[in-house]
């Protein structure tokens, strides 16, 4: 069987990058938490430059033991009761925001017919592990009593979805919620996940450097989310106990994303506890394609497709 290939559109982008990125390299530029989010900005608003009308938009904050979490609600039919997504987005636990993802969120939200709730969780290193993952904890255990205030009706159908590090996130959460009756998670959906903190599976040696996300960046990354909590396996949702009522599970990975193995890892472990769960792989894609879908709109048409069609099962 041959092997599959790189995309040519994004093998044209990669190489336009990748020469823009040694040239900042060997000018000795140390990367900063501030650099690495006006990245993921500049990346993102340059390359998903559509984006659809939602009926209604809001900002809102949720306040929770004092702490106040900005949340921005889409709501693509307000006449109607609809079902519920989370959105924990992507970033390295350090960058992204609900405006960068905005276009992203608008697009699920139509995609799926759902209300999707975007998080601005905590960010690190400021606010390093498990900050991020307590505004997650708290707005699954409190956004029925927000939509109530807004009164926003909504069908008691929870989804937790994310990308990349908010893949790892909303993991995180579906295995802490997984047995607990009052909060019960319908669905989860994990976008090219982060799933294991230690970082032992062959693709990301395989795909360490020129495909976007790297090695070395990943390292960069995780030692400023973790800081000095040292368990980074017992942190890890690969590696994290599943029971019976963990929820139905949509796994997308990418074919050149580092973090890609980790993904076909946790899709077994699932199969092989009988769980629930459907996998999409696209072999010629890279990390983080969503935000480039200028770049590839066809395969993320198809993604937002996939969402829609688990999401009405």
């Given at each position: 069987?041959?092997?599959?290939?790189?995309?040519?559109?994004?093998?044209?982008?990669?190489?336009?990058?990748?020469?823009?990125?040694?040239?900042?390299?060997?000018?000795?530029?140390?990367?900063?938490?501030?650099?690495?989010?006006?990245?993921?900005?500049?990346?993102?608003?340059?390359?998903?430059?559509?984006?659809?009308?939602?009926?209604?938009?809001?900002?809102?904050?949720?306040?929770?033991?004092?702490?106040?979490?900005?949340?921005?609600?889409?709501?693509?039919?307000?006449?109607k009761r609809c079902g519920v997504i989370i959105y924990l987005h992507g970033g390295g636990h350090m960058?992204?925001?609900?405006?960068?993802y905005d276009p992203i969120c608008r697009k699920l939200a139509v995609a799926a017919n759902h209300?999707?709730?975007?998080?601005?969780?905590?960010l690190a290193p400021e606010h390093p592990y498990p900050a991020g993952l307590k505004d997650a904890a708290a707005v699954i255990s409190h956004y029925r009593s927000l939509l109530a205030t807004l009164n926003i009706d909504y069908s008691e159908r929870l989804v937790v979805a994310g990308d990349s590090a908010g893949g790892a996130m909303s993991a995180t959460m579906a295995h802490r919620f997984q047995d607990d009756d009052a909060t019960v998670i319908d669905k989860l959906i994990l976008i090219y996940p982060s799933l294991d903190y230690t970082m032992s599976h062959p693709s990301i040696d395989e795909l360490a450097d020129g495909y976007l996300l790297e090695r070395e960046r990943i390292a960069w990354y995780f030692a400023r989310y973790f800081q000095d909590y040292n368990d980074r396996r017992g942190a890890s949702p690969l590696f994290m106990d599943i029971s019976p009522s963990f929820p139905a599970t949509l796994v997308c990975t990418a074919g050149f994303c580092p973090l890609r193995d980790e993904g076909f890892a946790y899709v077994?472990?699932?199969?092989?506890?009988?769980?629930?769960?459907?996998?999409?792989?696209?072999?010629?894609?890279?990390?983080a394609f969503l935000n480039l879908e200028d770049i590839v709109a066809d395969q993320c048409s198809s993604l937002y497709e996939r969402i829609g069609k688990f999401l009405a099962t």
């Amino acid at each position: 069987m041959a092997s599959p290939k790189l995309d040519q559109n994004l093998q044209r982008w990669l190489d336009n990058y990748n020469q823009l990125l040694a040239a900042w390299r060997a000018k000795g530029v140390d990367l900063t938490p501030e650099m690495a989010r006006d990245g993921l900005a500049t990346l993102t608003t340059s390359h998903v430059t559509t984006s659809p009308s939602v009926a209604m938009v809001m900002d809102e904050p949720l306040v929770v033991d004092g702490r106040s979490i900005s949340l921005r609600i889409y709501h693509p039919a307000p006449d109607k009761r609809c079902g519920v997504i989370i959105y924990l987005h992507g970033g390295g636990h350090m960058a992204g925001s609900v405006t960068v993802y905005d276009p992203i969120c608008r697009k699920l939200a139509v995609a799926a017919n759902h209300i999707v709730i975007s998080v601005d969780y905590r960010l690190a290193p400021e606010h390093p592990y498990p900050a991020g993952l307590k505004d997650a904890a708290a707005v699954i255990s409190h956004y029925r009593s927000l939509l109530a205030t807004l009164n926003i009706d909504y069908s008691e159908r929870l989804v937790v979805a994310g990308d990349s590090a908010g893949g790892a996130m909303s993991a995180t959460m579906a295995h802490r919620f997984q047995d607990d009756d009052a909060t019960v998670i319908d669905k989860l959906i994990l976008i090219y996940p982060s799933l294991d903190y230690t970082m032992s599976h062959p693709s990301i040696d395989e795909l360490a450097d020129g495909y976007l996300l790297e090695r070395e960046r990943i390292a960069w990354y995780f030692a400023r989310y973790f800081q000095d909590y040292n368990d980074r396996r017992g942190a890890s949702p690969l590696f994290m106990d599943i029971s019976p009522s963990f929820p139905a599970t949509l796994v997308c990975t990418a074919g050149f994303c580092p973090l890609r193995d980790e993904g076909f890892a946790y899709v077994g472990r699932l199969e092989k506890n009988g769980n629930s769960v459907v996998h999409h792989h696209y072999p010629g894609m890279i990390h983080a394609f969503l935000n480039l879908e200028d770049i590839v709109a066809d395969q993320c048409s198809s993604l937002y497709e996939r969402i829609g069609k688990f999401l009405a099962t």
